[in-house]
């Protein structure tokens, strides 16, 4: 099993920063991917970005891409999510997931293992 404690988020303003954070722990070394998603009030879960824990290989969706920046600390075994810029649609619950996807790193079914979520709220 691999546990994951989310910390970070909050209620800011447009145009904002903020750092999220995530640390695993457990059976770290069955992992290959850490990952962000969120979800909107109403709205189903999303893709934000991964990160590959050997090697840094990241992908990033669209909306976020030159905003947000996914990065790893090996050692510390917790990854890290900058948003910056930050718009009112990026409000949602940022949520951390680990896995080892085969195929599309986007996909919510290539995580077993999730953090417990943390609000984030982007005011205009």
């Known amino acids: 099993q691999v546990q994951l404690v989310q910390s970070g988020g909050g209620l800011l303003q447009a145009g904002g920063s903020l750092r999220l954070s995530c640390a695993a722990s457990?059976?770290?070394?069955?992992?290959?991917?850490m990952a962000w998603f969120r979800q909107a009030p109403g709205k189903g879960r999303e893709f934000v970005a991964a990160?590959?824990?050997?090697?840094?290989?990241?992908i990033y969706a669209i909306s976020v891409k030159g905003r947000f920046t996914i990065s790893r600390d090996n050692p510390k075994n917790t990854v890290y999510l900058q948003l910056n810029s930050l718009k009112p649609e990026d409000t949602a619950v940022y949520y951390c997931?680990?896995?080892?996807?085969?195929?599309?790193?986007?996909?919510?079914?290539?995580?077993?293992?999730w953090g417990q979520g943390t609000q984030v709220t982007v005011s205009s």
């Open positions: 990160i590959r824990l050997n090697g840094g290989s990241t």
């Open positions: 997931a680990a896995g080892s996807p085969l195929a599309t790193w986007a996909s919510e079914g290539g995580y077993a293992y």
């Open positions: 457990g059976r770290t070394f069955s992992i290959s991917t």
